[in-house]
């Protein structure tokens, strides 16, 4: 077990103790060195070797990396369309007539943003800036409208269709296809969503009428008749999904002859994957619209540059999954949660990953640094690989929004203080949207032992 110690401890002190001189809290820094001790320490000296497995590793999590960067593309053509606003205006109108329905309204439209833009923090920030004012004049409290919308956005991130989470999941877990995966992720996450809308009603809301400014004078029907253009691409998509993941219908199998040359390719084949190939499609029906297509260049240039961080841990994070996997740690591991009592390997393993998600603040940082291990080893001792999956998004989700280093909040607090003047505390709006965090713990013990 020392191969495998070693390489997590020095991952973990590295992410953590930010006074390290040059590499301090740098997470790219310690997911390569945690990868070339891995090599080391499990006897693979040959840099050609290591060189390979990294490719290996990257290919294992590449239709992550594609969902990532081509889900950020799409995102931004859907925020310069305006379907964010339609989607929002409609929901209003049509439950926003009431104080706790006006919540509600706002915490599935930004779960609605969540699934589309695939971020927590890009659906807080594009949808988060429309109603911090309406929320304000609910006399909710800055740390109140930061954790709802921090709530609404996080539950979104993790809801199908474009689901970083459990993606990443599934690859680690090694699923030959993340559908069964992502299927009970909707299921999870609507069910968490309702649960969301309860809480904050009740607890957050105090008085029982709107301002007459916040009334919507438009129906939900005329909203969406003026806006149905904007609904287009996502409409599509919706289509698409429903089809595949309802009926079994695979549409985009129309476009087998452009997609098979690159089937067998090592990482570029993460392309030929059937949620990113439906992103793929809305984004050109997106392009279609003058507004989009005149503007294409900044789109697709802010689209790289939102996940320009993201994506360039992930690559780097496959360097450690290669280690690991050609270096022989999660032989080591798997063999060794076998001769561990189940409950032991699941409570700790959960445990490992909510107390790294909350010192981090990162699903992806978590996921990769634990679950990595902690995956394989809970499909070793017996688990359904598919709900381990689920658990393991879950687990990750609970532990990144938690106190202290939840990042999400910290800009949401910041944004809410910025625009309403007044000084938010990110922590105490982090204990708020504990709520949501206790939630996502739960389903994922409750995958973990069914």
Request: glycine residues 10%; proline residues 4%; hydrophobic residues 55%.
């Amino acid at each position: 077990m020392i191969s495998v110690l070693v390489p997590v401890i020095l991952l973990l002190l590295i992410i953590l103790i930010k006074k390290i001189p040059y590499i301090g809290g740098n997470i790219s820094a310690a997911l390569v060195i945690c990868g070339l001790s891995a090599f080391l320490l499990g006897g693979v000296y040959n840099p050609i070797t290591w060189i390979i497995g990294w490719i290996d590793g990257i290919d294992k999590i590449s239709w992550v990396l594609a969902l990532i960067l081509f889900g950020s593309i799409y995102a931004e053509t859907q925020v310069e369309l305006g379907t964010m606003e339609t989607v929002l205006e409609s929901m209003r109108a049509r439950f926003g007539h009431s104080p706790k329905g006006l919540v509600s309204a706002v915490i599935i439209s930004l779960a609605i943003a969540g699934s589309l833009l695939g971020d927590a923090i890009a659906s807080a920030t594009v949808v988060g800036v429309l109603i911090i004012k309406a929320l304000h004049e609910l006399k909710m409290t800055g740390e109140q409208i930061s954790a709802t919308i921090v709530m609404g956005a996080c539950l979104g991130s993790i809801m199908p269709p474009i689901t970083q989470a459990l993606f990443m999941s599934s690859s680690l877990i090694g699923l030959k296809s993340p559908d069964p995966a992502v299927n009970i992720g909707y299921f999870t996450v609507g069910l968490g969503t309702v649960l969301v809308c309860i809480y904050a009603s009740k607890i957050f809301i105090k008085i029982n009428s709107l301002p007459e400014d916040l009334i919507p004078n438009k129906s939900a029907t005329e909203i969406l008749i003026e806006g149905w253009k904007t609904l287009v691409p996502l409409c599509v998509l919706i289509v698409i999904i429903v089809l595949r993941s309802g009926f079994k219908i695979e549409i985009l199998d129309v476009l087998d002859p452009i997609f098979s040359p690159i089937r067998n390719l090592p990482i570029i084949k993460g392309i030929d994957f059937a949620i990113v190939k439906a992103i793929l499609v809305s984004t050109v029906i997106s392009f279609f619209f003058n507004k989009v297509r005149k503007n294409g260049l900044e789109i697709i240039k802010r689209g790289i540059i939102n996940i320009k961080m993201s994506f360039t841990i992930l690559i780097f994070a496959g360097l450690m999954i290669g280690a690991f996997y050609n270096a022989g740690q999660i032989a080591v591991v798997q063999n060794f949660a076998q001769q561990l009592s189940p409950n032991v390997l699941k409570v700790g393993g959960a445990g490992a990953m909510v107390l790294i998600g909350m010192l981090t603040g990162s699903q992806t940082t978590t996921q990769t640094s634990i679950f990595t291990f902690f995956g394989p080893a809970l499909v070793a001792s017996g688990v359904n690989p598919v709900y381990a999956a689920v658990a393991g998004a879950h687990l990750a989700m609970a532990g990144q929004g938690l106190p202290p280093a939840d990042l999400t909040t910290f800009v949401v607090s910041g944004l809410v203080g910025g625009i309403l003047g007044i000084k938010v505390d990110p922590i105490r709006s982090m204990i708020y949207s504990m709520f949501m965090c206790i939630y996502f713990l739960i389903i994922g013990f409750i995958f973990m032992y069914i």
